[in-house]
């Protein structure tokens, strides 16, 4: 593998050599036009750097973990859902997900939202919404608007 990997060697919002993955392997888990690519993967460090990307009218998980995210908005702009706060997000801004709290990006209208996401690379699974979890979210008329847009 080489030290440097180019960025965009190909004008798109790529790294040179490295995959473009799913975002989720499991086929049954909700998430609409999202792409996944590992950035480092080393397990001296045994973390993970993965950047993630949106497309226009897609979202990412509605989902919830024990580990916790640090996320830095990479490309876009748009709107994350942690707890029971929306933010609007952008380019640069740095997000950090706690344990344990639901959590989901939205690109804004017509944008990608891309953003890189170092986690433990030992991690547990992240947990959906059960209906009831769901009922509780939506009473919140912010977070209604936030999953329905
Ligand atoms: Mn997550």
Not at 57 to 77: D, F, M, N, P, W
Not at 91 to 104: A, E, G, K, R
Not at 107 to 133: I, K, Y
């Amino acid at each position: 593998m080489s030290v440097v990997r180019p960025f965009a060697p190909g004008g798109d919002y790529r790294w040179k050599d490295v995959e473009l993955l799913r975002y989720k392997t499991d086929g049954s888990v909700p998430f609409k036009d999202v792409t996944r690519q590992v950035l480092f993967d080393d397990p001296s460090i045994a973390a993970q750097l993965r950047y993630f990307e949106v497309s226009p009218g897609g979202y990412s998980t509605l989902e919830r973990h024990e580990h916790a995210h640090a996320v830095l908005i990479l490309r876009g702009r748009g709107r994350v859902l942690v707890g029971s706060e929306v933010h609007a997000v952008g380019q640069n801004d740095l997000v950090s997900i706690p344990s344990l709290t639901w959590h989901q990006f939205r690109p804004a209208a017509g944008e990608s939202l891309g953003f890189l996401c170092m986690v433990n690379s030992e991690r547990d699974r992240p947990q959906l919404p059960s209906a009831e979890d769901l009922a509780g979210l939506r009473r919140d008329p912010k977070i209604a608007a936030f999953l329905d847009a």
